[in-house]
C-alpha cells in the first residue's frame, strides 16, 4: 500500500437490536465512497437454515462476513459492520480481522433507552427481530455490557439525537 495513503478502517457498530446500527451504517457508508456495508445479518439470510434451528445461520454468516470484511479491507478499502455483538470474544474476531489486514479498528456501540429501543422494534418488521422477547433483549443487554468495558470502545447515547449528528460523530472518529 501506499505510504502517503490512509489505511482502510473497519468500523463496528454495535448495540441493541433498534439502536439504530443499520441506519447509521448506511449514512457513513455513503459519505465514504468504496465502503462496504457489511449487515451480517443480509449474510445470514443468504444461507437455507433448518427451521427448526434458525440460529443455525449465525456462525456460519459471521465467518463469511469476516472474510468478506479482511478482503476487502486488504484492498484498501473501508468496512462498516451494524451487528450486535455481546460477546467480548466475538468483538475480538472483529479487531482481529482489522489487524490482520493492516486497518484501523473502530468500536462504537450505538446506546439507546430501552423505551426508544422497544418502540423500533414495535414499529418494524425486520426479520431478523422477529421473535426477540424481554429476556432475550434483557440477555443482550447485559452480554454488551460485558463488551461496552472493552479497550477502545466508543459509546454513543442516540436518545434525542438526530442521525445526522451521530453519524457526523462517527465520522469525527474514523478521521481520527
Keep these: 500500500m ?14 441493541l437490536p433498534g439502536v439504530g446500527k443499520s441506519t447509521v451504517s448506511v449514512a457513513v457508508a455513503a459519505r465514504r465512497p468504496g465502503t462496504l456495508n ?13 427451521a427448526g434451528d434458525p440460529a443455525s445461520t449465525a456462525g456460519p454468516a459471521r465467518a463469511l462476513g469476516l472474510a468478506m470484511a479482511a478482503e476487502h479491507l486488504r484492498g484498501g478499502s ?8 455481546a460477546r467480548p470474544d466475538q468483538a475480538a474476531r472483529f479487531e482481529r480481522a482489522a489487524r490482520d489486514a493492516d486497518a484501523v479498528f473502530v ?3 450505538l446506546e439507546a433507552s430501552w423505551a426508544t429501543v422497544a418502540s423500533r422494534q414495535t414499529g ?9 422477547d424481554a429476556p432475550a433483549m434483557a440477555a443482550y443487554g447485559e ?11 466508543v459509546v454513543l447515547g442516540t436518545d434525542g439525537v438526530e442521525v445526522h449528528d451521530v453519524v457526523a ?4 472518529l474514523l478521521e481520527g
Design 2 to 15: 501506499d505510504p502517503r495513503r490512509r489505511r482502510p478502517t473497519l468500523l463496528l457498530l454495535n448495540g
Design 38 to 50: 457489511l449487515d451480517i445479518d443480509v449474510v445470514r439470510g443468504l444461507i437455507s437454515r433448518d
Design 78 to 85: 473501508d468496512v462498516v459492520v451494524p451487528q450486535l455483538v
Design 107 to 109: 468500536h462504537v456501540v
Design 124 to 132: 418494524d418488521a425486520a426479520a431478523h427481530r422477529q421473535g426477540l
Design 143 to 153: 452480554g454488551l455490557r460485558a463488551v461496552v468495558d472493552g479497550p477502545g470502545v
Design 169 to 172: 460523530h462517527v465520522g469525527r
